[in-house]
C-alpha cells in the first residue's frame, strides 16, 4: 500500500539558511499534518491543511511557512534557520479531515 | 495539566510478558483513541484506532478505553523483542487537532 513520502530524508542546513521540505500524501487523503518532534520528545503539531486551505495551526514559528498544492502534496518553507530548529520533521495524512492519522518516514534537519 | 498525560517510562519486561500501556485524558468530550509505535528515527506507525469505550482487539494488541475514568489502555501479549518501541498514545480532538502523549519507551528482554 502507499505511504506518505517526504523528502528529503535528511538535510543539514547553517544558521540562518532557508530550508523546503516536501510531503507527498496517500492518494486519495486530503489531509496534512506537519509535526516536529525534538530528541526524546513526543510529535509538536505545527499545522494541517484540508483541500489545500489551512485548517489549524499549532506551535509553529512565524518564521516557518507551508502550504497544500493542488495536487495535495505540501511543503514546508523554513527560513532563518536556528540551532533549535533542529530535529524530526514528520509529515501525516488523514483521510476525511480527521482521525487516523498516516506519518511518513520524516526529515531529519540538522542546523550547524 | 496536559490534555494528555502518559508516563515516559522506561518500561523493561522479559519477553512472552504481558505489556499494559496507559494514558489519562482530560476532556471526556474527546471519542478517537488511537496508539502508535514509533521505533527510533522512524515515523509514528498506527497501531490501533478505538472510537468510544470499549475494548478492540488486533492480534497480540488490545486497545482499551475507559470513558468515565478518562483512561486508554494498550496491552500487549507475548510481546517480544521486536515490539521494543516507544508507544504513543493520541486522542484526536474534533477538528483537524489531534493530541500525542509523551510516548512510553518499551524494552523487551530476549
Known amino acids: 500500500a502507499a505511504g506518505v513520502i517526504q523528502s528529503p530524508r535528511h538535510l543539514i542546513k547553517e544558521k540562518r539558511e532557508t530550508a523546503t521540505l516536501k510531503c507527498y500524501p496517500i492518494p486519495r487523503h486530503d489531509t496534512v499534518y506537519w509535526y516536529q518532534q525534538g530528541p526524546g520528545q513526543d510529535p509538536q503539531f505545527l499545522i494541517s491543511f484540508y483541500e489545500k486551505m489551512q485548517s489549524d495551526k499549532g506551535s509553529i514559528p512565524d518564521r516557518f511557512s507551508a502550504q497544500q498544492f493542488s495536487d495535495y502534496h505540501s511543503e514546508l518553507n523554513m527560513s532563518s534557520l536556528e540551532l533549535g530548529d533542529s530535529a524530526l520533521y514528520f509529515c501525516a495524512s488523514s483521510p476525511l479531515a480527521g482521525g487516523r492519522q498516516f506519518f511518513g518516514p520524516g526529515t531529519r534537519l540538522t542546523v550547524l | 495539566q496536559k490534555e494528555v498525560e502518559q508516563d515516559p517510562g522506561p518500561l523493561s519486561v522479559p519477553e512472552g510478558a504481558i505489556v499494559s500501556l496507559n494514558c489519562t485524558y482530560s476532556?471526556?468530550?474527546?471519542?478517537?483513541f488511537m496508539w502508535y509505535r514509533q521505533y527510533s528515527r522512524k515515523g509514528p506507525e498506527l497501531l490501533m484506532y478505538?472510537?468510544?469505550?470499549g475494548n478492540k482487539e488486533d492480534g497480540r494488541f488490545t486497545a482499551q478505553v475507559d470513558k468515565s475514568s478518562k483512561y486508554i489502555s494498550l496491552f500487549i501479549r507475548d510481546s517480544q523483542p521486536s515490539d521494543s518501541a516507544t508507544y504513543l498514545c493520541a486522542i484526536f480532538t474534533g477538528g483537524f487537532k489531534t493530541i500525542f502523549g509523551a510516548g512510553t519507551r518499551l524494552f523487551v528482554k530476549a
Open positions: 478505538t472510537y468510544s469505550s
Open positions: 476532556n471526556s468530550a474527546f471519542q478517537y
